[in-house]
């Protein structure tokens, strides 16, 4: 698909992978909304990249309800998700996890994911057409030691990906599981700061390329799955 005149949801979308896909569909000429759960960061993010700030924490389904209704009433459609909210906040070992801690990363990468993508899903299947990408990481292909928590919710997500793959191509929808390595975000920073670019890691720019190239190849084929890393990350 040309990019420009799709109208794109970016799911957290304030920083990181988020931002960088958002800002590189702008570039490209789509509509994009990103979503957030700070506010002033949101708002700020929207403002300087051009994008349309919807806050949104897609753990709260009411939250995620009154997003697409949005979407439904004032774009009448949708084109591509990019389910990219998530969270990692747990890095302990087996005899150290905290149910509570497994419960709330479930809620956002696991269940959150899953309900927004039902929702992308209803407009595509009315559309016959739309691509999906799940955000997940090199984690969802291989656990590692303090990794329970977090590498279990990404095997879950590719597992719901595959599902949803074989669901939704009778209805010419693509969905496409993304891995990436290690990225200078501010993924799993307690104060939520970006980190520096940093010359032998991923940055948020790569992602949005992969992403966004997939988006780009015609809709008779898609790529079930990419996994993107640092050339040489040591």
């Known amino acids: ?16 992978i988020g931002k960088a896909t958002a800002l590189a569909a702008i570039q490209k000429g789509a509509k994009v909304i990103i979503t957030g ?13 051009g994008a349309i700030p919807m806050v949104c ?4 389904f009411e939250e995620v309800d009154a997003l697409f209704n949005w ?6 459609g949708l084109d591509v998700l990019v389910n990219n909210a998530g969270i990692g906040d747990s890095w302990d070992t087996l005899t150290d996890i905290k ?40 984690a969802a292909s291989k656990g590692f030691a303090n990794g329970s928590v977090y590498a279990s919710s990404k095997f879950a997500l590719k597992g719901l990906t595959q599902c949803w793959q074989a669901e939704l191509r009778p209805f010419n929808i693509r969905v496409v599981l ?19 670019d940093v010359a032998n890691k991923l940055r948020g720019q790569e992602i949005a ?8 190849m015609d809709n008779r084929g898609y790529i079930p799955e990419i996994t993107i890393h640092a050339t040489n990350p040591f």
């Not at 979407?71 to 009448?76: C, D, G, L, T």
């Not at 956002?108 to 990408?133: C, E, L, M, P, W």
């Open 71 to 76: 979407i439904e009433q004032n774009w009448k």
């Open 1 to 16: 698909m040309q990019i420009n005149g799709l109208k794109i949801l970016v799911t957290g979308g304030s920083s990181g």
């Open 99 to 138: 149910m509570e801690d497994m419960h709330k990363i479930y809620a956002v990468n696991v269940f959150g994911a899953t309900y927004v993508a039902q929702k992308a899903a209803k407009i595509f299947k009315n559309q016959k057409s739309g691509d999906i990408f799940n955000i997940a990481s090199t």
């Open 37 to 49: 759960r700070d506010t002033d960061k949101l708002n700020k993010v929207a403002q300087e990249i």
């Open 209 to 216: 390329h992969a992403i966004l190239s997939c988006v780009e």
């Open 57 to 60: 924490d897609v753990a709260n």
């Open 178 to 196: 993304v891995n990436p390595s290690e990225v200078t975000t501010a993924f799993a920073q307690n104060n939520r700061t970006e980190r520096p």
